[in-house]
Nanobody
Framework: QVQLVESGGGLVQPGGSLRLSCAAS????????TAWFRQTPGRDREFVAS????????RYADSVKGRFTISRDNAKNTMYLQMSSLKPEDTAVYYC??????WGQGTQVTVSS
């Protein structure tokens, strides 16, 4: 059974930092987490960052480049998104996606003073 569970969201002030986690069940190709997306009301879900499997090559949206870092612990089958210098426009529900195109339930990130 494929399961992806995000955690680490919350309320932070502008300029602050937050680390999101995505824990995936099993270690099949379909389960491996490979990307982060985010979505706000009235907007389409947008790409944030990805990390290939098994190569580990990373890619970032221009809006987060230099501020966010994606990583994955293959032994734990867990993907992370280290977010720094957060801006109000980063406020969104953040979702992880697996190589098999499965989605987690999302975790809310709110950047506000």
């Amino acid at each position: 059974q494929v399961q992806l569970v995000e955690s680490g969201g919350g309320l932070v002030q502008p300029g602050g930092s937050l680390r999101l986690s995505c824990a995936a069940s099993g270690r099949t190709f379909s389960n491996v987490p490979t990307a982060w997306f985010r979505q706000t009301p009235g907007r389409d879900r947008e790409f944030v960052a990805s990390i290939s499997w098994p190569g580990g090559n990373t890619r970032y949206a221009d809006s987060v480049k230099g501020r966010f870092t994606i990583s994955r612990d293959n032994a734990k089958n867990t993907m992370y998104l280290q977010m720094s210098s957060l801006k109000p426009e980063d406020t969104a529900v953040y979702y992880c996606r697996s190589a098999g195109a499965y989605w987690g339930q999302g975790t809310q990130v709110t950047v506000s003073s």
